[in-house]
């Protein structure tokens, strides 16, 4: 029984002695962290608003440029898409003089969703009307996040370049 208390009170005291220097080696590298954060106060502050104004700049592009031009570019968009339908490529190329055309649209409105699916709609009219070297140009340039339309863009880019082949042949 002494033997068992004598060896309770060394295995107490290592115990001990393992937390008190776990806390102080825990208590030093808070201390150094601190030290580092008082040392360099002004550099963490001009990156922190730094890292909050890109921030700020990016939300605020998306959703008070990007997003109003887009739903733009959409409302636009539906007479030329009207006369497309209606297999009247010239008037969905150029428009009707007081709505625009795929052609005008894609220039103003580049870089949204509507405006790229312009640019395919313009290879398909171009296609369609035989003007082939343009249809080519513009299934090139299609960047369309719909995967069916980005295949079909790549095979009517195909149907473009053959029929441009046996015309330039002939």
């Known amino acids: 029984l002494k033997n068992t208390i004598f060896a309770d009170q060394i295995f107490g005291i290592m115990a001990k002695e393992a937390t008190v220097t776990e806390k102080t080696d ?4 808070v201390g150094k962290t601190i030290n580092y954060f008082q040392q360099n106060k002004r550099s963490i502050v001009i990156i922190l ?4 104004v890109i921030l700020l700049g990016f939300f605020g592009y998306l959703k008070l440029y990007k997003e109003p031009r887009e739903a733009e570019a959409k409302n636009i968009m539906w007479k030329a898409e009207y006369y497309f339908r209606k297999d009247s490529f010239n008037l969905a190329i150029n428009g009707d003089g ?24 313009l290879g398909v009219c171009y296609l369609n009307t035989g003007e082939y070297e343009a249809a080519i140009e513009n299934f090139e340039n299609t960047d369309l996040e719909d995967e ?20 330039t042949k002939l």
């Open 98 to 121: 007081t709505n625009l055309g795929f052609l005008q649209i894609s220039e103003d409105y580049s870089g949204t969703e509507a405006g790229d699916l312009s640019i395919y709609y």
């Open 26 to 29: 825990f208590d030093q590298k």
């Open 49 to 52: 608003i730094a890292i909050a």
């Open 148 to 167: 069916i339309l980005s295949v079909m863009a790549i095979g009517q880019c195909g149907d473009a370049i053959w029929n441009w082949e046996i015309r």
